[in-house]
């Protein structure tokens, strides 16, 4: 009898070091705001705006798939789409043109953090989905949180710069 209480208290603690491990991995207050639409998901809301330079807005698009792709649990990047896309916005484009554009998207994307893509994790399907108004078809939705835990310590991260390919 004393060994099955001693195997209840084990499962119980190791149930609970379970929930807390699920609740640890975003900050609380950012799980009400985590959804797939703009008007409670500020980051989907705000990297969904159209910028004042349709270059600008499609490069930036088209890092955004990328970053969503990689760094998101069991999204995949459709490269297809996104070289049509690509090809469609940008294949008129000088070298300068693109130099310029690819600037200000960049800047766009300068304060990037862990939260910016857990809240885009979690839309990617409004985005990038069949009907996604960024680049639709672009990225499977995959798990919806990023691949890697939060760490405090170190939220915010490079992003790659745009080379035109």
């Not at 208290?9 to 070091?17: L, Q």
């Not at 159209?50 to 970053?67: F, G």
């Not at 300068?96 to 990037?112: C, P």
């Amino acid at each position: 009898m004393r060994a099955l209480g001693f195997a209840a208290a084990i499962i119980v603690s190791m149930a609970s070091m379970f929930c807390a491990e699920a609740a640890d991995k975003f900050p609380p207050f950012w799980l009400k705001s985590m959804t797939n639409d703009p008007a409670t998901n500020y980051p989907l809301k705000k990297y969904s705006a159209s910028l004042s330079d349709p270059a600008s807005t499609a490069i930036r698009n088209i890092m955004l798939a990328r970053v969503v792709a990689s760094e998101c649990q069991s999204a995949r990047l459709s490269k297809a789409r996104v070289k049509a896309y690509r090809d469609s916005m940008l294949g008129s484009l000088s070298p300068d043109e693109m130099k310029a554009a690819s600037f200000m998207a960049g800047s766009e994307l300068r304060s990037f953090n862990y939260e910016v893509l857990a809240h885009l994790c979690a839309g990617i399907d409004y985005q990038f989905g069949p009907k996604g108004v960024l680049i639709a078809g672009a990225v499977s939705p995959g798990k919806g949180e990023p691949r890697y835990p939060y760490d405090p310590n170190r939220p915010y991260f490079h992003l790659p710069d745009f080379t035109g390919e």
